[in-house]
């Protein structure tokens, strides 16, 4: 079993920026699994928001996000991070951890095995 916790939404000015953090934990927990952010709307379906593989460190962005997202991960600490810059009232949502037990990035929610609890985040116009 895998737990995730994110932490770090709040409010926060259009133009502003947050950073997310998602504690991965768990004996099965290993370089082997891709993590994920996904946001979601009350009411809407849970988008994608960007990946990334523990082992390579590659990544892969929602076209809404890039260039203002950035999605990292520290091995050591198993932590990973949305660093969210630039952001937009659209940005309101209540984003989500994701890990799968492969090394292969995906972007829908049923490719996910782990889901933290997630956190909100509000931006103001």
């Known amino acids: 079993q895998v737990q995730l916790v994110e932490s770090g939404g709040g409010l926060v000015q259009a133009g502003g920026s947050l950073r997310l953090s998602c504690a991965a934990s768990?004996?099965?927990?290993?370089?082997?699994?891709?993590m994920g952010w996904f946001r979601q709307v009350p009411g809407k379906e849970r988008d994608f928001v960007a990946a990334i593989s523990w082992s390579s460190g590659s990544t892969y962005y929602a076209d809404s996000v890039k260039g203002r997202f950035t999605i990292s991960r520290d091995n050591a600490k198993k932590m990973m991070y949305l660093q969210m810059s630039s952001l937009k009232p659209e940005d309101t949502a209540i984003y989500y951890c994701?890990?799968?037990?492969?090394?292969?990035?995906?972007?829908?929610?049923?490719?996910?095995?782990?889901w933290g609890q997630g956190t909100q985040v509000t931006v103001s116009s």
């Open positions: 768990g004996r099965t927990f290993t370089s082997n699994y891709a």
């Open positions: 994701a890990a799968r037990n492969t090394r292969v990035i995906a972007t829908t929610p049923s490719q996910y095995d782990y």
